[in-house]
């Protein structure tokens, strides 16, 4: 059964597992290289929902939303015949996120998920503006440690921090101050209490900055889908390697220091920062200055995190 061969205790299932299982569904390929026909793919489908929706009503599973679970069954179809279908012509996404999109964004992602745990939804937009405002790749944002979150610099706008990258290179990034003085209050306070309630039941939690209810860290997979629930929601073809993008062209654009951005994003090479990024940042209008960018973000997310 379903249920038994995902590693997830009945109490823990929620809409992304579901959203998982679907995806799942629609990319799975025999031994002899078939795909599922779409017959069985609503067959299972509609099963794995009428079962979760049953266990919903139980109080079996307390974390499903049952009008999610049912978007995302009636979604299957769309997914399949994309998910199912390579050749098709996708639509290209977008290079970057214009200044207003990005912050619409970041305010996005705390509204989708903040609806029913306001500590969930301080911890994704902390982590929407983590990846935007330092250009970390999804995967170094999902695996930085907690030790490695410095003190506040105060002497100046920013604090170096170090994030492993690539092949298990570390570099340097630079933190925005009232990033990362929200940041600890996140530590001291948020994932605090969440750490008191998990090792009073005697879980294991994980090292990383931010972690899910279960003391986990986030996982890629699970950040992508957040992202595209996002994307649905705003109208914006978003994911999370376009917040990097994003960093990296109003970086170029503002400071127009080439090797500085190549060191902060990692790359091996000025050709690849110069190939993705100053082409692109002609493309974008925007007069302020590069600490006024930052400044606009913290208050978004401060504003979203407040509602």
């Not at 979760?52 to 978007?71: R, T, V």
């Not at 609806?115 to 301080?122: D, E, I």
Request: aromatic residues 10%; hydrophobic residues 35%.
């Amino acid at each position: 059964m379903w249920i038994s061969s995902i590693d997830e205790n009945l109490s823990e299932i929620d809409d992304n597992i579901f959203d998982y299982y679907i995806d799942a569904l629609c990319e799975y390929k025999k031994m002899n290289g078939q795909e599922l026909s779409w017959n069985t793919v609503h067959s299972r489908a509609s099963g794995a929902y009428r079962f979760l929706l049953w266990a919903s009503k139980k109080g079996y599973c307390p974390n499903l939303n049952p009008e999610e679970i049912n978007d995302l069954r009636q979604s299957a179809s769309k997914r399949y015949k994309i998910k199912g279908h390579h050749a098709k012509a996708m639509n290209e996404p977008i290079k970057f996120l214009q200044l207003d999109a990005a912050l619409n964004f970041v305010s996005a992602v705390g509204k989708l998920t903040g609806s029913r745990n306001h500590l969930v939804k301080r911890r994704n937009v902390l982590l929407t503006s983590f990846m935007l405002q330092t250009g970390v790749r999804v995967s170094e944002a999902c695996n930085f440690p907690l030790k490695d979150l410095p003190e506040v610099n105060t002497r100046g706008h920013s604090t170096p921090a170090r994030v492993i990258g690539k092949g298990q290179k570390a570099r340097v990034i630079l933190i925005p101050n009232d990033l990362l003085f929200e940041l600890w209050e996140y530590v001291d306070i948020d994932r605090e209490k969440q750490l008191d309630q998990l090792r009073e039941a005697g879980s294991i939690v994980s090292d990383t900055l931010f972690i899910t209810q279960n003391g986990h860290p986030l996982s890629v997979n699970w950040i992508q889908k957040l992202f595209r629930k996002t994307s649905k929601q705003i109208g914006v073809h978003a994911h999370p390697h376009l917040l990097r993008h994003t960093f990296g062209t109003y970086h170029y654009l503002l400071n127009h220091d080439l090797t500085a951005l190549s060191k902060l994003l990692g790359h091996t090479s000025e050709e690849t920062t110069r190939e993705y990024y100053v082409h692109t940042a002609i493309l974008v209008a925007y007069s302020g200055t590069y600490n006024s960018l930052q400044r606009e973000i913290d208050k978004i997310a401060k504003e979203t995190i407040s509602e």
